[in-house]
């Protein structure tokens, strides 16, 4: 288990070059701190190129240009001085020429997209990094996104997920983050590239795990935000996230057998669970705004999201729990997923948004739950 | 393991007696729940006698008269009638009188007092369920609360802890709890007392964690406080809270082997420590108030709890750090435990609030954390 499989090492004489890909709030965030860190080290090349889909801003100028004048992202990251050495490319080809890390951090819907632009184009060294939350099912069966970017482009992916608020993290506020690698030899570059001052790293190698916990804590924030919006309480709350955290355990328990019951102690686990469900971030919001309002969800995401780009910003967490509804149905395994099966009903108009409490009514007492996790 | 000691059976051709042993806040609302659940049992006696230690009103009426005529505890849960079938008793020793359950839900540092009162007054054959939070410590070594009530009154234990507030189950707002129980032919008593429409009993064996749980969550809501009160943001309390979790689950591993895992995602693990944590409760907001003010702990009690009696009313995390600090000292073992010594070290002025953000920085990387405790 969890040994490499037989890709190229990667040159240990000369420093690597980094390529992110996204301009994002997150990706954007992730830049500064990936440049600053490549300012001065000693495994890293200074120049980091950062792939941006070109737009026109408001008053014309294109953000690209922006951003390499100015060194600051205008539109996602305003207030925020990137480092000289990020260098903003709009062609996706010429962003990951010769780079050795190319990290992933862009809405997961145009993830096949630059992949198949990309094909061909990459270092066949190269290591992913996927920051990108939610799973990809365009193929019909689930799949975790880094697992689609590895088939597409051959390449050994890691993810980095954790409770990792991009506004604060661009503040420079301490987090903590956890990323998943199953190769112990990238861990040095790693640490290069994401680790700074205020953002603790720390690496494991269970890759499918953390990135499971980040796809579906988005689905417990929407159970979170109908407890929420129902004004049911914090002990109803508490309960629902519970019972979202043993959903999250037991389908990792089913799909991803030999992962770790410890990773769901790390960043990536509780942590994001935690934050995302208290800390008024979007999922959670939209759907508390949707339990007590009636509307839509698409109207409220459009209300809420001011108007910007829906596809790119919508809430995650419905998205991801029509898709693992979909998956389980096709397993049959819908009744061992109460919480994740009641919040797509509700998103859906199916159920009403307090089939969430009903979940923790019915749920079994304590019983044995793992059969397929390692402890730690 | 978990092998029941020889204990005297109760007799199982009559109805059970219940005493509840508090009528504070949340003992107030455990006879409320009592007191409905008796009215209509196969297994319980329709009486409910509480033990009330008797205060005068303001308007000079004693507190045990007007609940017995009233029905209503008019100083600690006004607002929400009880039963009438639960019946104030001042006197301990009458109270207990014939009692099959006792329930203890009073402040920890009556329960002494109390159990010396009620030596030789207890049917042999009781058991008795501990909702007190907080460690004993008065015999030097650190101690469940539950082993001390064992140790004087030769009765067994089981203890209820969850994510609980006391005022939303009051209202009977939906919420669950976790007993722990050794001994599985005392479930079906043991959920006819507490389980209703809306609490949602899980009954497991693993009685020394689910109270450690109560007990240290109190010291991780200090930490998440402090982060507050600093307004070092949403990303750095998740992890704060995260490293508290590991401790406490590193605490139970270390001093009550052979517990599980698993009880830490049940609601007297993780959703306690969220309400706890992020719910706005007494621990977090005080340690908020103390970070920011300057103050010290005892005048923000004084002037957060609105002046109640602050040895029972009081923060129960700085005690408890306080506490745990010692018995970690005498065994040498405060490094490996450094957000529950940080918390303890800041209450008392010898580190600032900050020092919690300091253990996030320092926290090793992923490494084993479980050696003697079972999954689940």
């Known amino acids: 288990r969890h040994s490499s499989p037989c890709y190229p090492a990667m040159k240990p004489d000369r420093k690597k070059r980094v390529c992110v890909l996204g301009s994002g709030n997150w990706g954007?965030?992730?830049?500064?701190?990936?440049g600053s860190n490549s300012l001065h080290s000693e495994l890293l090349q200074e120049r980091v190129s950062m792939y941006v889909y070109e737009e026109e801003l408001e008053d014309g100028r294109k953000l690209s240009e922006v951003i390499n004048e100015h060194h600051e992202n205008v539109k996602y990251l305003p207030g925020h001085k990137l480092p000289p050495n990020v260098v903003a490319v709009t062609d996706a080809a010429e962003a990951v020429r010769g780079a050795d890390v190319l990290v992933f951090v862009l809405p997961r819907q145009f993830?096949?997209?630059?992949?198949?632009?990309?094909?061909?184009?990459?270092?066949?060294?190269?290591?992913?990094?996927?920051?990108?939350?939610?799973?990809?099912s365009e193929d019909g069966p689930l799949d975790l996104v880094s697992n689609t970017i590895a088939r597409y482009l051959k390449i050994r992916m890691c993810v980095l997920m954790g409770a990792n608020n991009a506004n604060e993290v661009a503040a420079e506020k301490v987090a903590e983050t956890t990323i998943g690698c199953k190769d112990k030899r990238l861990v040095p570059l790693l640490k290069a590239i994401f680790q700074t001052d205020y953002l603790k790293v720390s690496v494991n190698d269970d890759v499918e795990?953390?990135?499971?916990?980040?796809?579906l804590k988005n689905v417990v924030a929407c159970a979170a935000g109908f407890v929420d919006g129902l004004e049911l309480g914090s002990n109803a709350k508490a309960a629902v996230v519970r019972l979202g955290l043993l959903e999250m355990v037991r389908f990792v328990d089913s799909f991803y057998p030999g992962s770790r019951l410890?990773?769901?102690?790390?960043?990536?686990?509780?942590?994001?669970?935690?934050?995302?469900?208290?800390?008024?971030?979007?999922?959670?919001?939209?759907?508390?705004?949707?339990?007590?309002?009636?509307?839509?969800?698409?109207?409220?995401?459009?209300?809420?999201?001011?108007?910007?780009?829906?596809?790119?910003?919508?809430?995650?967490?419905?998205?991801?729990?029509?898709?693992?509804?979909?998956?389980?149905?096709?397993n049959k395994m819908e009744e061992q997923f109460p919480l994740?099966?009641?919040?797509?009903?509700?998103?859906?108009?199916?159920?009403?948004?307090?089939?969430?409490?009903?979940c923790v009514r019915d749920a079994p007492d304590y019983t044995p739950m793992v059969r397929n996790l390692l402890v730690m």
């Open 28 to 34: 954007t965030v992730i830049a500064k701190i990936v």
């Open 111 to 136: 993830v096949r997209t630059l992949c198949a632009t990309l094909v061909g184009q990459i270092k066949p060294t190269a290591v992913g990094v996927s920051l990108i939350k939610g799973f990809d």
């Open 209 to 215: 795990a953390v990135e499971v916990c980040g796809a």
């Open 262 to 330: 410890g990773t769901f102690f790390q960043s990536c686990g509780v942590a994001d669970l935690m934050t995302t469900c208290y800390g008024g971030q979007r999922d959670s919001r939209v759907a508390a705004a949707f339990a007590k309002s009636g509307k839509t969800l698409a109207e409220l995401e459009e209300e809420m999201l001011g108007g910007k780009k829906l596809q790119a910003r919508g809430a995650i967490g419905t998205r991801t729990a029509f898709e693992v509804n979909r998956f389980l149905k096709e």
């Open 340 to 358: 994740l099966t009641a919040v797509h009903l509700a998103a859906t108009g199916v159920a009403p948004p307090n089939a969430v409490l009903q």
